[in-house]
């Protein structure tokens, strides 16, 4: 069983920073998983922000790419995702996610839409643009 808990979200002027955080605790080596973030916005569905694998492999959706970077601490127990830049239209709900199953790690690094099917989820922090 893996819990993740995501921090850092708020209410940040476009143009301004964030940086969220996710803490993963895991009953097995939670450095063998891949993880990533998704979003939410209301009335939207889920889309792929960004997916790390095991290995440090990174890929980012356009509308992120070049603004965001997703990273991992040296003992892989925390995601993080800086965000700079931020516009408006990056207003969501943002989740941690984590999953051990290497065809959907795989899957996610070509298609960012997988990662909302990881396996573990956590309960997700709010981004919103303060313009």
């Known amino acids: 069983q893996v819990q993740l808990v995501e921090s850092g979200g708020g209410s940040v002027q476009a143009g301004g920073s964030l940086r969220l955080s996710c803490a993963a605790f895991?009953?097995?080596?939670?450095?063998?998983?891949?993880m990533g973030w998704f979003r939410q916005a209301p009335g939207k569905e889920r889309e792929g922000v960004a997916p790390?694998?095991?290995?440090?492999?990174?890929s980012y959706a356009d509308s992120v790419k070049g603004r965001f970077t997703i990273s991992r601490d040296s003992a892989k127990t925390a995601l993080y995702l800086q965000m700079n830049r931020l516009k408006p239209e990056d207003t969501a709900m943002y989740y941690c996610?984590?999953?051990?199953?290497?065809?959907?790690?795989?899957?996610?690094?070509?298609?960012?839409?997988?990662?909302?099917?990881?396996?573990?989820w956590g309960e997700g922090s709010q981004v919103t643009d303060s313009s």
């Open positions: 996610a984590a999953d051990y199953r290497r065809n959907i790690c795989m899957s996610a690094m070509q298609t960012l839409a997988v990662i909302p099917e990881y396996r573990y």
């Open positions: 895991s009953e097995y080596s939670i450095s063998n998983a891949c």
């Open positions: 790390i694998d095991s290995d440090g492999t990174t």
